[in-house]
């Protein structure tokens, strides 16, 4: 038998260790963090390999817990001994690719993903694009956790290959592999062709990036495509849905576990629909998706077995236009179709069947919702990602179509959703919820405004689970018809949640223009929308509770020793230069770390001169660098007490590095400063000096002393320093930290009172609150 890779090499991966062992890889990360005697890694290009041997030493004295115990294990034994019996074996325990199963990204997930999209994906695509080079990362991930016997397949040819040849027969079987599979699932995509594009500099390139995607977890699939969405500037037609936003149109209109059938008709990476096959199991449905884009087909077939559903997808270019009649159609539609586009300009534009009205030329997005409608069985529901400026256009086409749609009940529910939601563009968008009637069902439409819920993450707003059952608590009653209260009680469940909504009557609706803009009736009016109950209240306890932090902390105050006293003067001080005191490292040069090696997405933060703010650094970082550029930049790390000051550039106070902020990296405009380990001098302490005026007013004449102001390590290195005893030094920086968090407390009350103040003056003003 030909001996597989690890026996070859004696090398494993966190993954290959994780399930011969039977554990989740996160635990044998936690090994790792928590063990300082865990084998130390070797590299191989991006990716971190572990000697085999050495890792089977170390789990010889790890028993395994009794409840962890596999069939025939006895009690006492040790992961050594499960680690040994399956060595060259198929893990006894393979993650399964099935519908139960929602994989989640993890940290490791996304540095790893970190690692492939940057300098590995540039050394094995050469000419190729981005794209190709991600089904190359899909379809290693896929087959490495759905189908292990294809898998070693590939890990036997990747233990004997080399060289030129062994490149071109790694990528034909890689090719053959993503072919077979997804023919044998229906799809007939060529992904083989994609792949054979890519030439990688070297045979150990591609190594690399197979053995770094293969030991990505799961939820890796899903981060892959969205970095691709977001860094390689993809139009409207090409970027995926967010995970957040397919869930939340999923539980609008699907309940769980219903049995339904649900189309996607602009199906992208499968996001839509996998939300779908989530939100229903094994009920017994069907998902099915239309296409334009081979490509983002053979994606969201990948998508979809990886969740273990079978996909079933169509082509459509040829006859979208005008909407098709169907035989059978779909009980639910869930799609996301690109926004303020054209890709068939044809006779059919004006002359077709067109339920509503014929779409304007040149723009698609009223094609899209009747195409979405006609795809619909009677009764049957959407919910259409579209652009918020679609709901109050003035060109008239669009409104007749939107009127034509409020008047025969189409639009039960338009929801705008937060900015930034896509990493590809900050398009604000909202969430039509549609559904297919013979005549209206209810006399109004409700209107939601969520424009403030979801959490900043980096450059995108993300829609979190309690978001979303935020927006479903309210939107759910209506839809199904189980409530029937007043107008104001959707406002009032709303303003609970943190959002606005209101059901405005189609006679009202035509009166605006039949907009669709939920902002032209929840902030409109001659006297605007009333104010929301839920935010005074919040105003008012966070106000109440800084009030309460202020007063914890003077009472902490007047319980120290903290005082001050005149003083004999400085003349028995220390005095040294700074330069005796402290390292002064200088940020590495531009050509070192160009604006191409940064990156907003997940890496190593980079510390900017504007991040240096009232002796701090700013938590929210602008950019970042790889993992993998990071680890040649060490020498640029700073530590916790570290000391930033501007080298480029406006001087400022210099910046202390907090704990959280360890091992963030050097920008090319910044200097640190370490206390060497035997200077008398407290790194708090010298903080606190180099904010004196004298200090930074030294500083800036000597930056300011250049044709453009910068201040070198070794004119830095020049500036005296006085200091007193250890001791006092200590004593200062503790009444110096006192007086800083008291004022800090008292700046966040007056804050939160002027925002309290703001908040009430609406509502006195409006009569939903009066004076005592």
Same mark, same amino acid.
């Given at each position: ?139 290693? +991930? ?48 060529? +992904? ?25 977890? +799961? ?110 159609? &779909? ?9 303020? +586009? ?135 009653? #209506?839809?199904?018809? /189980? ?11 709303? %303003? ?46 966070? %106000? &109440? ?11 902490? &105050? ?27 490292? &200088? ?76 091992? #963030? ?22 903080? %606190? ?80 609150? /009066?004076?005592?």
């Amino acid at each position: 038998m030909e001996p597989e890779h690890d026996e070859q090499t004696g090398l494993v991966t966190r993954t290959q260790i994780a399930d011969r062992l039977g554990v989740r890889r996160p635990a044998v990360s936690n090994w790792a963090r928590r063990h300082k005697d865990f084998p130390t890694p070797v590299r191989s290009g991006d990716t971190e390999l572990f000697r085999e041997a050495e890792i089977a030493r170390w789990l010889v004295n790890r028993t395994i817990p009794p409840r962890r115990l596999l069939d025939g294990e006895q009690s006492g034994t040790t992961y050594g001994d499960r680690f040994g019996r399956t060595r060259g074996k198929r893990p006894e325990a393979e993650p399964k690719a099935a519908g139960s199963v929602c994989p989640q990204a993890d940290d490791e997930d996304r540095k790893t993903v970190d690692q492939l999209m940057g300098r590995l994906a540039e050394r094995v695509r050469g000419p190729a694009t981005m794209a190709d080079f991600v089904n190359l990362c899909l379809i290693v +991930m896929y087959v490495r956790h759905a189908e292990p016997e294809q898998w070693y397949r590939i890990e036997k040819i990747m233990a004997t290959g080399q060289g030129t040849q062994g490149v071109q027969g790694l990528l034909r079987s890689l090719g053959d592999v993503a072919q077979d599979t997804l023919r044998r699932n229906g799809d007939r995509t060529d +992904m083989r062709s994609s792949l054979l594009q890519l030439e990688p500099r070297s045979w150990d390139d591609l190594i690399a990036a197979v053995r770094t995607a293969a030991g990505a977890g +799961m939820g890796a699939f899903q981060l892959v495509w969205e970095s691709f969405s977001a860094r390689e500037g993809l139009q409207s037609s090409e970027f995926c849905s967010p995970v957040g936003l397919a869930s939340l149109a999923a539980g609008l209109v699907l309940a769980p576990g219903q049995k339904a059938t649900v189309l996607d008709p602009y199906t992208r990476g499968g996001e839509m629909l996998a939300a779908a096959y989530r939100h229903i199991g094994d009920a017994g449905g069907t998902v099915y998706g239309e296409t334009l884009d081979g490509r983002l087909q053979a994606v969201a077939s990948l998508y979809l077995l990886h969740l273990g559903v079978r996909p079933k997808f169509s082509n459509t270019r040829s006859d979208r236009w005008p909407p098709p009649r169907r035989e059978h159609g &779909a009980d639910v539609v869930l799609t996301n179709p690109p926004f303020n +586009m054209s890709d068939a300009p044809g006779s059919g534009r004006r002359t077709g069947n067109w339920p509503y009205g014929a779409p304007p030329r040149g723009n698609d997005n009223f094609a899209w919702v009747q195409y979405v409608l006609e795809a619909l069985v009677l009764g049957g529901r959407a919910a259409v990602v579209m652009p918020v400026k679609a709901g109050n256009s003035v060109n008239t086409a669009e409104r007749e179509i939107r009127h034509a749609l409020v008047r025969t009940g189409a639009v039960e529910c338009v929801i705008t959703l937060p900015p930034h939601l896509f990493s590809a563009t900050p398009v604000p968008v909202s969430l039509w919820l549609l559904r297919r009637v013979e005549q209206p069902v209810r006399e109004g439409v409700l209107f939601v405004d969520a424009q403030e819920l979801g959490e900043k993450n980096r450059r995108r707003r993300v829609l979190r689970d309690t978001d979303r059952d935020a927006i479903t608590a309210v939107v759910r009653p #209506w839809l199904d018809g /189980e409530e029937r209260p007043d107008e104001g009680e959707y406002a009032l469940r709303a %303003a609970d949640r943190g959002f606005s909504a209101a059901v405005v009557a189609r006679a009202e609706i035509m009166g605006e223009e039949y907009s669709l803009r939920p902002a032209d009736y929840l902030g409109g009016g001659h006297y605007g929308a009333g104010p929301v109950a839920a935010q005074l209240r919040e105003a008012s306890d966070e %106000a &109440a509770g800084h009030r309460d932090r202020v007063r914890l902390t003077e009472r902490r &105050a007047a319980g120290t020793q903290n005082g001050y006293r005149p003083g004999l003067g400085p003349n028995d001080w220390g005095a040294a230069v700074l330069g005796d005191l402290c390292e002064i490292q &200088a940020g590495p040069s531009y050509t070192r770390l160009p604006v191409a090696a940064r990156t907003a997405e997940a890496g190593v933060p980079l510390v900017f001169p504007q991040d240096l703010v009232g002796g701090k650094i700013a938590d929210d970082p602008r950019e970042r660098v790889p993992w993998e550029t990071a680890e040649r930049f060490k020498k640029f790390v700073v530590h916790q007490n570290d000391i930033v000051c501007v080298r480029t550039g406006a001087q400022q106070w210099p910046a202390l590095v907090s704990g959280s902020q360890a091992g #963030w990296l050097l920008s090319s405009n910044v200097t640190r400063l370490r206390v060497r380990p035997k200077a008398e001098i407290d790194p708090l302490y010298l903080h %606190a000096y180099l904010g004196l005026r004298h200090a930074r007013e030294w500083m800036s004449h000597r930056a300011a002393a250049t044709a453009a102001p910068s201040l070198s390590s070794a004119a830095l290195g020049h500036l005296p320093v006085r200091f007193p005893p250890i001791e006092q030094q200590r004593r200062c920086v503790e009444l110096l930290g006192d007086l800083g968090r008291r004022a800090e407390a008292y700046e966040a009350y007056a804050s939160a009172l002027g925002r309290l103040r703001a908040e009430l003056a609406e509502h006195l003003l409006y009569g939903s609150a /009066e004076p005592l």
